[in-house]
C-alpha cells in the first residue's frame, strides 16, 4: 500500500490533489501556479518542481472547471457567411485562431452560407455556448445587417462594416491599397494607365478613388473610357481590356492596366496575348488581392496588392480578446489595415514611344 502515494488511478486523468501530492505542497500552491497568481506566492523553485510534477504526471488544468471561476469559457465563436467558397477563407480564419491559441482561447466557427436566419440561429447557438465573445466575418467588404444577439457578447467584424455603425470593424485599407496600385505604375514611368474590373461596391469605389488620388499628384489623369467597370471574373478582365487595347495605335493605348483583382487581371493577360501585346514589355499589369494558386502562377506571374486576410483574423482576435480581458466594450470604430505589394514580374518599365 505504501507504495501508491502520488499516483493517480491507472486510466483516470490526474488532478491537481494528485500533482501536489507528487510535488510535495498543498493544494493551494498548485492552484496558484495554474491560475497565474504564483508570482509573490511561491517561490520560483516551488513553482517549478510544481510544473515538473504536473509533467511527469500529464496533468492540464480542466478548462471548464476553470471557466466556471473565471466565468468564461476559453471559447470564442467566429461566425462568417460563406467560408467554404471563398479562396481567402484560410487566411483569415487562421490568423484569428492562432491568435486565440497564443491566449489559450479556441476557435468555434460557424458557416452561415449567407442565411440572415442561420447567421441569428449561430449566434444565439454560441450565446448559449457561453462563448467569451464572437467574431462575425465576411468574404468581401461591404456593409452588412449585424446578427440578431451580437450585441449581446464581445463582438467584432471582420472585412465588413456594420449598417448601424454599432460595433467596431477591422477591414483593408482600400482606398490607400489603389493609390499603392498607382505609384507600381508611376514608378515606372508609366503616364498612359487605365482601371478594368469591379463594379459600385465600396472596395471598387475606394481602389478607384486612391487610384486617382496618387495619379492626380502626379498631374495624370485617366480618360473616363479607360476606367471599364466589368465585374471581378476572368471574362470581365478579357473584355475590358479588349475595350481599351484592341485596334488602338501603340502610341494611343494604355502602357499599364491596374485591375480590379487578379482574376480580372487574368483575364487582361489573355487579351494581351490575344492581341500580340507583350507584357511587360508594351503593357504592365497590377493586380489586387495576391490569390493563391493563382497570381504567381500567371504568365508572367502578377504583380499585385495583397489583401490582408490573415492580419484581419490577427486584428480582430486581438481586439475581441483584449475587450474580453478588460470587460470593456472598444468604441465601435474602424481599423483599416494596410494592402501590401507582392512584386513579381507583370510590371515594367513604361515602353519609350
Same mark, same amino acid.
Given at each position: 500500500?505504501?507504495?501508491?502515494?502520488?499516483?493517480?488511478?491507472?486510466?483516470?486523468?490526474?488532478?491537481?490533489?494528485?500533482?501536489?501530492?507528487?510535488?510535495?505542497?498543498? $493544494?493551494?500552491?498548485?492552484?496558484?501556479?495554474?491560475?497565474?497568481?504564483?508570482?509573490?506566492?511561491?517561490?520560483?523553485?516551488?513553482?517549478?518542481?510544481?510544473?515538473?510534477?504536473?509533467?511527469?504526471?500529464?496533468?492540464?488544468?480542466?478548462?471548464?472547471?476553470?471557466?466556471?471561476?473565471?466565468?468564461?469559457?476559453?471559447?470564442?465563436?467566429?461566425?462568417?457567411?460563406?467560408?467554404?467558397?471563398?479562396?481567402?477563407?484560410?487566411?483569415?480564419?487562421?490568423?484569428?485562431?492562432? %491568435?486565440?491559441?497564443?491566449?489559450?482561447?479556441?476557435?468555434?466557427?460557424?458557416?452561415?452560407? *449567407?442565411?440572415?436566419?442561420?447567421?441569428?440561429?449561430?449566434? #444565439?447557438? &454560441?450565446?448559449?455556448?457561453?462563448?467569451?465573445?464572437?467574431?462575425?466575418?465576411?468574404?468581401?467588404?461591404?456593409?452588412?445587417?449585424?446578427?440578431?444577439? /451580437?450585441?449581446?457578447?464581445?463582438?467584432?467584424?471582420?472585412?465588413?462594416?456594420?449598417?448601424?455603425?454599432?460595433?467596431?470593424?477591422?477591414?483593408?485599407?482600400?482606398?490607400?491599397?489603389?493609390?499603392?496600385?498607382?505609384?507600381?505604375?508611376?514608378?515606372?514611368?508609366?503616364?498612359?494607365?487605365?482601371?478594368?474590373?469591379?463594379?459600385?461596391?465600396?472596395?471598387?469605389?475606394?481602389?478607384?478613388?486612391?487610384?486617382?488620388?496618387?495619379?492626380?499628384?502626379? *498631374?495624370?489623369?485617366?480618360?473616363?473610357?479607360?476606367?471599364?467597370?466589368?465585374?471581378?471574373?476572368? %471574362?470581365?478582365?478579357?473584355?475590358?481590356?479588349?475595350?481599351?487595347?484592341?485596334?488602338?495605335?501603340?502610341?494611343?493605348?494604355?502602357?499599364?492596366?491596374?485591375?480590379?483583382?487578379?482574376?480580372? #487581371? #487574368?483575364?487582361?493577360?489573355? #487579351?494581351?496575348?490575344?492581341?500580340?501585346?507583350?507584357?511587360?514589355?508594351?503593357?504592365?499589369?497590377?493586380?489586387?488581392?495576391?490569390?493563391? $494558386?493563382?497570381?504567381?502562377?500567371?504568365?508572367?506571374? &502578377?504583380?499585385?496588392?495583397?489583401?490582408?486576410?490573415?492580419?484581419? *483574423?490577427?486584428?480582430?482576435?486581438?481586439?475581441? /480578446?483584449?475587450?474580453?480581458?478588460?470587460?470593456?466594450?472598444?468604441?465601435?470604430?474602424?481599423?483599416?489595415?494596410?494592402?501590401?505589394?507582392?512584386?513579381?514580374?507583370?510590371?515594367?518599365?513604361?515602353?519609350?514611344?
Amino acid at each position: 500500500m505504501g507504495g501508491t502515494e502520488g499516483k493517480q488511478t491507472t486510466g483516470s486523468r490526474p488532478t491537481s490533489r494528485d500533482v501536489a501530492r507528487r510535488a510535495g505542497v498543498s $493544494h493551494t500552491a498548485v492552484s496558484f501556479v495554474f491560475n497565474g497568481r504564483a508570482e509573490g506566492n511561491l517561490s520560483p523553485a516551488t513553482q517549478e518542481r510544481i510544473r515538473r510534477a504536473a509533467a511527469e504526471l500529464g496533468y492540464r488544468p480542466d478548462p471548464v472547471a476553470r471557466g466556471l471561476r473565471r466565468r468564461r469559457t476559453a471559447v470564442i465563436g467566429l461566425v462568417t457567411d460563406e467560408i467554404a467558397s471563398s479562396p481567402f477563407a484560410g487566411r483569415l480564419l487562421r490568423g484569428a485562431m492562432e %491568435t486565440a491559441w497564443e491566449s489559450e482561447h479556441l476557435v468555434l466557427t460557424i458557416d452561415s452560407g *449567407g442565411d440572415p436566419a442561420k447567421e441569428d440561429a449561430a449566434v #444565439a447557438e &454560441l450565446l448559449d455556448r457561453r462563448v467569451d465573445g464572437i467574431i462575425y466575418a465576411a468574404m468581401s467588404l461591404r456593409r452588412v445587417r449585424v446578427p440578431e444577439g /451580437l450585441h449581446r457578447t464581445h463582438s467584432v467584424l471582420a472585412n465588413c462594416l456594420p449598417e448601424d455603425d454599432s460595433l467596431p470593424a477591422v477591414i483593408p485599407a482600400e482606398r490607400a491599397g489603389g493609390r499603392t496600385a498607382a505609384r507600381l505604375l508611376l514608378d515606372q514611368g508609366h503616364h498612359r494607365v487605365a482601371m478594368v474590373g469591379g463594379q459600385d461596391d465600396i472596395a471598387s469605389v475606394d481602389r478607384l478613388r486612391g487610384f486617382r488620388d496618387a495619379l492626380r499628384a502626379e *498631374g495624370v489623369t485617366v480618360p473616363k473610357d479607360w476606367v471599364v467597370r466589368t465585374g471581378g471574373e476572368i %471574362t470581365g478582365g478579357y473584355e475590358g481590356a479588349m475595350r481599351v487595347l484592341d485596334g488602338a495605335p501603340a502610341d494611343r493605348r494604355p502602357t499599364g492596366i491596374f485591375c480590379y483583382n487578379d482574376r480580372v #487581371a #487574368a483575364g487582361v493577360l489573355h #487579351a494581351a496575348t490575344r492581341l500580340g501585346i507583350t507584357v511587360p514589355g508594351e503593357l504592365s499589369v497590377v493586380g489586387y488581392d495576391d490569390q493563391e $494558386h493563382m497570381a504567381e502562377f500567371l504568365t508572367p506571374p &502578377l504583380t499585385t496588392v495583397a489583401l490582408p486576410h490573415r492580419a484581419m *483574423g490577427e486584428s480582430a482576435a486581438r481586439l475581441l /480578446l483584449d475587450s474580453i480581458d478588460t470587460g470593456r466594450t472598444p468604441p465601435a470604430t474602424v481599423r483599416r489595415l494596410a494592402c501590401s505589394v507582392i512584386s513579381r514580374a507583370s510590371v515594367g518599365r513604361a515602353p519609350s514611344r
